[in-house]
């Protein structure tokens, strides 16, 4: 029996931001470190998703490089039996999946995501990639059969997409045809979490903290310089109520400082709330995630700097030979049930 799969992917499309890192690059580091050896870990550039909204194109590739980096830098150790890396763009099979299940996706779920509706608010214009990229991440996740799929509380809608368009297809062709990924209930407590993870901007703490939006203030880069990276966080937007209590509706900048330092601490929030709930101290509270950030950035870019780029780049090209076969034989597999191949 091949092992179960956890995978996920963050897009090359701007600088990766301290919600990527809370949300996905942690979380996938410390589930390989628990379950080292049960599991097989998938972590791969999505660079065909990267161009959904404009970029620059000068940059995608040195990007996509810089962005595995990260990842290795956030824990996530590739000389592990088990661990892959790669780029969508080399495994040509995710193009070509992503278009058969373009036909059995309706354009209403689509329509209804709430991620397209947001990103496509205000745009002059709007590309079809934008619209179609659940499908291609539904691609990303049903080639390989992964049953676990960190990602942050923002994907979530996106992942039941993939989940009820497996089960459509199954029902259509073969039970056995697509592993479906597991309900997001069962994904956090995998993660070891008990709700999902939104980092918010510290400046407009309605909205998630977000590498696409020209949010310089409210985002925390990872490249951050760290005690700029500290201001930004002493002057997050709060709120006139003046009493520290973790509620998202009423105070999300308080709320999302709380959260901030449970997860750069590896406190939990009990702990964390323990200490500061009730208390009227902003500043204090400020101070101290202020200071998480700035040794959190310092370690981590260091980290970063000692990483070499030619041994990122022999493990992609083994890796992506390797991953090219896995995602060949299950687009077979489909192209046979839909009548494209031979049986
Ligand atoms: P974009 O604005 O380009 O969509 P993004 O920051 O949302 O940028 P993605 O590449 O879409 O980044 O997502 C990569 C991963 O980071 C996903 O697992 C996503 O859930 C997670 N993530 C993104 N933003 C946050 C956030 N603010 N809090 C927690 N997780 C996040
Ligand atoms: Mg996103």
């Known amino acids: 029996m091949s092992k179960p799969i956890i995978?996920?992917?963050?897009r090359s499309n701007g600088e990766l931001t301290l919600g990527n890192y809370l949300g996905a690059m942690l979380p996938l580091a410390r589930l390989q470190a628990r379950h080292a050896g049960?599991?097989?870990?998938?972590?791969?550039v999505p660079d065909l998703h990267s161009f959904t909204t404009p970029i620059d194109h000068e940059d995608l590739y040195a990007n996509t490089i810089r962005n595995l980096k990260m990842f290795i830098a956030s824990g996530l150790n590739t000389t592990q039996k088990d661990t892959f890396i790669y780029r969508q763009s080399f495994i040509p099979a995710h193009a070509e999946l992503t278009w058969i299940l373009d036909c059995f996706v309706y354009f209403g779920e689509l329509s209804r995501m709430t991620q397209?509706?947001?990103k496509s608010e205000n745009q002059e214009t709007v590309s079809v990639g934008l619209f179609n990229y659940p499908v291609l991440m539904a691609?990303?996740?049903?080639?390989y059969g992964a049953k676990y799929v960190p990602v942050g509380e923002d994907q979530r809608q996106?992942?039941?997409?993939?989940?009820?368009?497996?089960?459509?297809?199954?029902?259509?062709?073969?039970?056995?045809?697509f592993i479906v990924p597991e309900a997001w209930d069962e994904q956090l407590k995998f993660a070891g979490l008990n709700k999902g993870v939104r980092i918010r901007s510290l400046?407009?703490?309605?909205?998630?903290?977000?590498?696409?939006?020209?949010?310089?203030?409210?985002?925390?880069?990872?490249?951050?310089?760290?005690?700029e990276a500290a201001k930004k966080v002493m002057s997050a937007t709060t709120d006139s109520i003046g009493q520290i209590n973790y509620d998202f509706t009423t105070q999300p900048g308080i709320s999302n400082i709380l959260q901030?330092?449970?997860l750069l601490s590896e406190r939990s929030l009990d702990e964390v709330l323990a200490k500061w709930q009730g208390s009227t101290s902003y500043g204090d509270l400020k101070q101290?995630?202020?200071?998480?950030?700035?040794?959190f950035l310092i370690d981590f870019q260091n980290k970063v700097s000692q990483i070499e780029e030619s041994l990122i780049d022999e493990k992609l090209l083994r890796d992506e030979a390797a991953m090219r076969q896995v995602a060949e034989a299950k687009l077979l597999e489909v192209q046979q049930m839909v009548g494209l191949r031979r049986k």
């Open 7 to 10: 995978l996920t992917g963050i």
């Open 158 to 177: 996106h992942l039941e997409l993939v989940r009820d368009l497996a089960i459509r297809m199954n029902h259509q062709f073969s039970e056995n045809l």
């Open 260 to 262: 901030i330092i449970s």
């Open 288 to 295: 101290e995630a202020a200071g998480l950030v700035r040794d």
């Open 38 to 44: 049960e599991y097989q870990v998938n972590m791969f």
């Open 203 to 227: 400046k407009n703490p309605d909205k998630k903290m977000s590498k696409s939006i020209s949010d310089p203030a409210g985002t925390i880069l990872l490249s951050d310089d760290p005690d």
């Open 139 to 143: 691609a990303d996740i049903l080639l």
């Open 116 to 118: 397209f509706k947001e």
